[in-house]
Protein backbone atom coordinates (compact mmCIF):
# COMPACT_ATOMS: atom_id res chain seq x y z
CA UNK A 1 0.00 0.00 0.00
CA UNK A 2 0.57 3.33 0.37
CA UNK A 3 3.20 5.12 2.47
CA UNK A 4 3.25 8.62 4.53
CA UNK A 5 2.69 11.47 1.40
CA UNK A 6 3.70 15.18 1.94
CA UNK A 7 2.94 18.42 0.31
CA UNK A 8 4.37 20.00 -0.99
CA UNK A 9 7.81 18.22 -1.01
CA UNK A 10 9.98 22.03 -1.45
CA UNK A 11 8.60 25.44 -0.13
CA UNK A 12 9.55 28.74 -0.28
CA UNK A 13 8.52 31.93 1.43
CA UNK A 14 8.74 35.32 2.37
CA UNK A 15 9.35 35.92 5.75
CA UNK A 16 5.65 37.20 7.30
CA UNK A 17 4.09 35.28 5.17
CA UNK A 18 1.69 32.04 6.60
CA UNK A 19 1.87 28.21 5.40
CA UNK A 20 0.71 24.99 5.18
CA UNK A 21 1.88 21.93 5.61
CA UNK A 22 -0.17 18.80 4.24
CA UNK A 23 0.85 15.14 5.44
CA UNK A 24 -1.03 12.11 4.22
CA UNK A 25 -0.83 8.96 6.88
CA UNK A 26 -1.15 5.42 5.23
CA UNK A 27 -4.24 4.61 5.89
CA UNK A 28 -5.50 2.77 9.32
CA UNK A 29 -2.74 4.44 11.09
CA UNK A 30 -4.37 6.20 13.97
CA UNK A 31 -1.05 7.88 15.10
CA UNK A 32 -0.04 10.85 13.93
CA UNK A 33 3.62 12.94 14.35
CA UNK A 34 4.89 16.48 12.91
CA UNK A 35 8.43 16.76 13.79
CA UNK A 36 10.94 19.70 12.78
CA UNK A 37 14.84 18.77 11.73
CA UNK A 38 17.14 21.89 10.99
CA UNK A 39 19.93 21.59 8.70
CA UNK A 40 22.39 19.11 10.06
CA UNK A 41 20.49 18.32 13.37
CA UNK A 42 18.02 15.70 14.85
CA UNK A 43 14.24 15.82 14.68
CA UNK A 44 12.24 18.42 17.15
CA UNK A 45 8.90 16.55 17.95
CA UNK A 46 6.26 19.16 17.19
CA UNK A 47 2.85 17.86 17.76
CA UNK A 48 0.94 14.50 18.40
CA UNK A 49 -2.34 13.08 17.26
CA UNK A 50 -4.09 9.89 18.45
CA UNK A 51 -7.41 8.84 17.61
CA UNK A 52 -9.97 11.24 19.12
CA UNK A 53 -8.03 12.16 21.79
CA UNK A 54 -6.63 15.80 22.39
CA UNK A 55 -3.27 16.24 20.63
CA UNK A 56 0.15 16.72 22.76
CA UNK A 57 1.00 19.89 21.12
CA UNK A 58 4.28 19.66 23.81
CA UNK A 59 6.33 20.16 21.11
CA UNK A 60 5.11 23.42 19.03
CA UNK A 61 7.84 25.93 19.43
CA UNK A 62 5.33 28.80 19.75
CA UNK A 63 1.73 29.80 19.11
CA UNK A 64 2.38 30.72 15.54
CA UNK A 65 2.55 27.14 15.40
CA UNK A 66 -0.96 24.95 15.21
CA UNK A 67 -1.58 21.56 13.49
CA UNK A 68 -4.91 20.00 12.63
CA UNK A 69 -6.11 16.33 12.02
CA UNK A 70 -9.54 14.92 10.46
CA UNK A 71 -10.63 12.06 12.53
CA UNK A 72 -7.45 9.88 11.58
CA UNK A 73 -6.69 10.91 7.80
CA UNK A 74 -5.01 13.94 6.48
CA UNK A 75 -3.13 16.30 8.54
CA UNK A 76 -2.20 20.39 8.43
CA UNK A 77 0.68 22.06 9.95
CA UNK A 78 0.52 26.14 9.71
CA UNK A 79 3.04 28.30 10.59
CA UNK A 80 2.00 31.97 10.80
CA UNK A 81 3.98 34.84 10.41
CA UNK A 82 6.94 33.07 8.71
CA UNK A 83 10.13 33.97 10.09
CA UNK A 84 13.79 32.84 8.52
CA UNK A 85 14.34 30.52 11.87
CA UNK A 86 11.31 28.66 10.63
CA UNK A 87 13.52 27.08 7.54
CA UNK A 88 13.86 23.18 7.86
CA UNK A 89 12.49 19.63 6.47
CA UNK A 90 9.17 19.19 8.36
CA UNK A 91 8.42 15.66 8.89
CA UNK A 92 5.22 13.89 9.09
CA UNK A 93 5.35 10.15 10.70
CA UNK A 94 1.85 7.69 11.05
CA UNK A 95 2.02 4.56 13.36
CA UNK A 96 -0.57 1.62 14.26
CA UNK A 97 -2.06 2.12 18.17
CA UNK A 98 0.02 -1.11 18.67
CA UNK A 99 2.53 -1.27 21.57
CA UNK A 100 5.26 -1.07 19.03
CA UNK A 101 6.38 2.40 18.60
CA UNK A 102 7.84 2.16 14.62
CA UNK A 103 6.95 5.17 12.99
CA UNK A 104 6.60 5.43 9.67
CA UNK A 105 7.57 8.53 7.76
CA UNK A 106 7.06 10.68 4.81
CA UNK A 107 9.43 12.27 2.43
CA UNK A 108 9.39 15.56 3.87
CA UNK A 109 8.30 19.41 3.18
CA UNK A 110 11.57 21.38 2.90
CA UNK A 111 10.89 25.06 3.98
CA UNK A 112 12.96 28.24 2.63
CA UNK A 113 11.61 31.20 4.61
CA UNK A 114 13.76 34.21 2.52
CA UNK B 1 14.58 18.86 24.04
CA UNK B 2 16.64 15.76 22.67
CA UNK B 3 17.73 12.81 24.94
CA UNK B 4 19.55 10.70 23.00
CA UNK B 5 22.71 11.46 21.86
CA UNK B 6 24.59 9.85 18.82
CA UNK B 7 28.64 9.20 19.09
CA UNK B 8 30.49 10.04 16.49
CA UNK B 9 28.53 13.07 15.03
CA UNK B 10 30.39 11.76 11.93
CA UNK B 11 32.11 8.13 10.69
CA UNK B 12 34.05 7.84 7.44
CA UNK B 13 35.48 4.25 6.63
CA UNK B 14 36.07 1.99 3.72
CA UNK B 15 33.73 -0.18 2.09
CA UNK B 16 33.98 -3.93 3.75
CA UNK B 17 34.57 -2.12 6.83
CA UNK B 18 32.52 -2.23 9.85
CA UNK B 19 30.63 1.06 11.48
CA UNK B 20 29.91 1.08 14.67
CA UNK B 21 27.93 3.86 16.33
CA UNK B 22 26.95 4.70 19.83
CA UNK B 23 23.81 6.21 21.21
CA UNK B 24 23.37 7.16 25.29
CA UNK B 25 19.81 8.83 26.54
CA UNK B 26 18.28 10.21 30.03
CA UNK B 27 15.82 8.50 30.64
CA UNK B 28 14.12 4.83 31.49
CA UNK B 29 12.65 3.62 28.13
CA UNK B 30 9.85 1.34 26.69
CA UNK B 31 12.38 0.65 23.74
CA UNK B 32 15.25 2.13 21.64
CA UNK B 33 15.15 2.14 18.03
CA UNK B 34 17.45 2.69 15.46
CA UNK B 35 16.38 5.14 11.79
CA UNK B 36 18.48 6.17 8.85
CA UNK B 37 18.19 8.91 6.86
CA UNK B 38 19.69 9.07 3.29
CA UNK B 39 20.05 12.80 2.02
CA UNK B 40 17.84 14.78 4.85
CA UNK B 41 14.48 13.75 3.83
CA UNK B 42 12.57 10.66 5.36
CA UNK B 43 13.65 8.27 7.60
CA UNK B 44 13.43 4.52 7.62
CA UNK B 45 12.78 2.47 10.59
CA UNK B 46 16.01 -0.07 10.85
CA UNK B 47 15.50 -1.92 14.25
CA UNK B 48 13.41 -1.84 17.31
CA UNK B 49 15.24 -3.12 20.53
CA UNK B 50 12.71 -3.56 23.69
CA UNK B 51 14.08 -2.66 27.13
CA UNK B 52 14.06 -6.42 28.47
CA UNK B 53 16.34 -7.50 25.29
CA UNK B 54 19.65 -6.72 25.31
CA UNK B 55 20.68 -7.62 21.74
CA UNK B 56 19.28 -8.10 18.33
CA UNK B 57 20.39 -8.79 14.91
CA UNK B 58 18.62 -8.16 11.52
CA UNK B 59 21.11 -9.14 8.18
CA UNK B 60 24.06 -6.83 8.58
CA UNK B 61 23.00 -4.84 11.33
CA UNK B 62 23.43 -5.99 15.19
CA UNK B 63 22.24 -3.38 18.11
CA UNK B 64 22.80 -3.83 21.52
CA UNK B 65 21.34 -2.42 24.63
CA UNK B 66 22.70 -1.83 28.03
CA UNK B 67 20.16 0.29 30.44
CA UNK B 68 22.62 0.32 33.04
CA UNK B 69 24.50 2.78 31.16
CA UNK B 70 21.44 4.20 29.29
CA UNK B 71 23.55 3.15 26.23
CA UNK B 72 22.70 1.56 22.85
CA UNK B 73 25.37 0.77 19.75
CA UNK B 74 24.62 -0.30 16.37
CA UNK B 75 26.83 -2.31 14.19
CA UNK B 76 26.74 -2.13 10.15
CA UNK B 77 28.94 -5.38 9.05
CA UNK B 78 30.39 -5.34 6.00
CA UNK B 79 29.87 -1.89 5.14
CA UNK B 80 28.70 -0.92 1.35
CA UNK B 81 28.80 2.25 -0.19
CA UNK B 82 24.80 2.38 -0.34
CA UNK B 83 24.79 2.25 4.15
CA UNK B 84 26.27 6.08 3.40
CA UNK B 85 22.96 7.81 5.64
CA UNK B 86 22.66 9.32 8.65
CA UNK B 87 21.52 7.29 11.18
CA UNK B 88 19.76 8.40 14.62
CA UNK B 89 18.38 6.31 17.71
CA UNK B 90 15.17 7.00 19.34
CA UNK B 91 13.83 6.03 22.25
CA UNK B 92 10.46 6.17 23.72
CA UNK B 93 9.87 6.95 27.33
CA UNK B 94 7.47 4.56 29.68
CA UNK B 95 3.51 5.57 29.14
CA UNK B 96 5.01 8.28 26.67
CA UNK B 97 3.98 7.77 23.25
CA UNK B 98 6.56 10.09 21.01
CA UNK B 99 9.67 9.27 20.26
CA UNK B 100 12.54 11.86 21.45
CA UNK B 101 15.72 11.06 18.18
CA UNK B 102 19.23 11.49 19.28
CA UNK B 103 21.34 14.34 16.62
CA UNK B 104 22.37 11.48 14.43
CA UNK B 105 25.70 9.93 13.34
CA UNK B 106 26.58 10.84 9.53
CA UNK B 107 27.97 7.40 7.85
CA UNK B 108 30.40 8.10 4.99
CA UNK B 109 31.42 4.32 3.31
CA UNK B 110 34.38 5.15 0.69
CA UNK B 111 34.38 2.86 -2.20
Known amino acids: GAGVSQSPSNKVTEKGKDVELRCDPI?????LYWYRQRLGQGLEFLIY????????KSGLPSDRFSAERTGESVSTLTIQRTQQEDSAVYLC????????????FGPGTRLTVL | SQQGEEDPQALSIQEGENATMNCSYK?????LQWYRQNSGRGLVHLIL?????REKHSGRLRVTLDTSKKSSSLLITASRAADTASYFC???????????FGQGTRLTINP
Open chain 2, 90 to 100: ATDEWGAQKLV
Open chain 1, 27 to 31: SGHTA
Open chain 1, 93 to 104: ASKTSGASNEQF
Open chain 2, 27 to 31: TSINN
Open chain 2, 49 to 53: IRSNE
Open chain 1, 49 to 56: FQGNSAPD
